[in-house]
């Protein structure tokens, strides 16, 4: 049996406009994207809640891909939904309604079968319930956490206790700056890292993503595309290829983390080629390593014979 | 001796306002900073115009660096003087003053010695004395050229007519989205490709650089740096670096010119480290060639043995 995967966060019916077109109720959700991404490459167990209304069939896709289900609690009362419209470069978006519905009071409860995951995410949820997880698994190799302002302006000392207990940081630019009140994102970075994660993510959306520890950088530029449908659930996907792939390879050593970047980013940018989970819900596992190899070809340069 | 390499531009004197200090009619100009940080790698002969007020002592220290100011002449009038403030981030600046003086009636003459130049830098002037340069030039093996948007818009024409005749077009993302009327900046970049170079560098300010040809897209990121003085002329030390490597190795083949891309880099990185060009006129080739390597480590990755 492979090592357990985990994640804990958001499942939601996403209403999406872009200038390409729109949605009404897809699938959505921090865990959603992240299993739908991470399950290419390692089984992924989901915890989280939907109302009575949710499709069964939404959760059914996600079956389909491998994706463990057991955390799923269904409760009475209407799914979180989530609704936004992009502007015409996609560079930022509006959110139109954020109803929580069930989420507003979601409790993570860790099947039994779960709580020996070696790997767990704790995605964007208020930091009291992240650390109450935390207390549910038994011994997890790797924890990475993601938040949002909304938690870092509210809920700031439980963030930084929060801080004292996982691995990673993984979070966008903006965020780390809020965070740590320093516009610098490698300042921010090392900040962050004072308050106890042994390395930080950060997500810079068409810019790439960084991953940072106390000695070294690591930078994944943006995969260059010409078309992008949708930007929603990039960061989630990139984290479920991230973390997927250390799952894969229980390797947790700096080399095969960078690795782990790139295989985030690849699927982060396979998710914005279309709306919603589209096209990471057919994605194969050989596209990805292709992806993979094309950022390698667009980044690699070598060295003359004098250096 | 060495092939010739020829930079045609503006020389000016700077008076720059960032949160960190100020300076005042300081050595400056897109020649400059092309000039001293192509000095590092190979001869610049150097092509501009100062006024009766500009001091020798500035002059001086292009020689110092081995600049060739045969192509520098002196005229009657007021030198080129610029003044800008930064925003507290560096991110965007505002112009307080711009006094063309003699480099507005700048008529760029190339001196005979310099004619035989393989590789040519056209900087931002007027796209008809663009052209003018060209037809001073023997035979050149490579020619790259700036712009701006004051051209985009009063000179288009022209401007279209230039990038029939040039190899590589060297602007920033603004400037490529204005030109081609697309946002994509990949889009951009092949739009660009369509009207003539072989080649489009896009400088993205703190994000990077990016080489285009028709097949491939080459991508380095921006050095991380937790400190940054004075963002002035980084876009022109680039240029510089670019360039004088390029002259430096003979070689123009792609895998050189992503070398190039990342010694460009190497200096954009390390001119915004002080004011003006104080950092690029100490520099030494062995510091340049650390910046190439840490650049290297900051975005290298293995693939796993299964791709």
């Known amino acids: 049996m492979s090592v357990g995967l985990v994640v804990v966060g958001s499942i939601a019916l996403d209403s999406v406009i872009t200038p390409f077109g729109e949605t009404a109720d897809a699938l959505g959700g921090a865990a959603v994207f992240f299993a739908m991404a991470g399950a290419v490459l390692h089984p992924v167990q989901v915890v989280g809640v939907v109302g009575s209304d949710f499709p069964e069939a939404h959760l059914e896709k996600l079956a389909a891909r491998g994706v463990d289900l057991a955390g799923v609690e269904r409760q009475q009362g209407e799914s979180f939904r989530w609704k936004a419209r992009y502007s015409y470069d996609l560079n930022s978006r509006e959110t139109l309604e954020t109803r929580l519905g069930v989420f507003a009071h979601f409790q993570p409860r860790i099947p039994a079968k779960f709580r020996d995951a070696k790997f767990v995410f704790l995605g964007n949820i208020d930091p009291a319930l992240q650390l109450n997880v935390l207390d549910q698994v038994k011994q997890p190799t790797l924890v990475a956490c993601d938040t949002m302002n909304y938690w870092i302006q509210g809920k700031r000392d439980l963030l930084l206790e929060l801080l004292r207990h996982i691995d990673i940081l993984m979070v966008n630019d903006s965020e780390a700056r809020e965070l740590s009140g320093d516009w610098n994102i490698y300042r921010a970075a090392h900040w962050i890292l004072g308050r106890g994660p042994k390395m930080v993510v950060i997500k810079q959306g068409d810019h790439g993503a960084l991953l940072v520890d106390p000695e070294t950088i690591f930078k994944v530029p943006a995969y260059p595309l010409q ?47 279309a709306f919603g989970v ?30």
Chains 1, 2 share one sequence.
Do not use: C, I
């Not at 449908?229 to 479920?240: R, V």
């Not at 960078?258 to 914005?272: F, K, N, P, Q, T």
């Not at 950022?295 to 340069?301: G, K, N």
């Open 227 to 273: 078309d992008v449908f949708d930007p929603t659930g990039a960061g989630d996907a990139f984290a479920g290829g991230f973390m997927a792939y250390v799952a894969r390879t229980g390797d947790v050593t700096f080399p095969n983390l960078r690795r782990a970047m790139v295989y985030g980013s690849a699927m982060g940018s396979l998710a914005v080629e």
């Open 278 to 307: 589209q096209r990471l819900e057919q994605v194969t596992l050989k596209e990805v390593r292709g992806r993979v190899k094309a950022f390698r070809d667009l980044v690699h340069f070598s060295l003359d014979g004098e250096e």
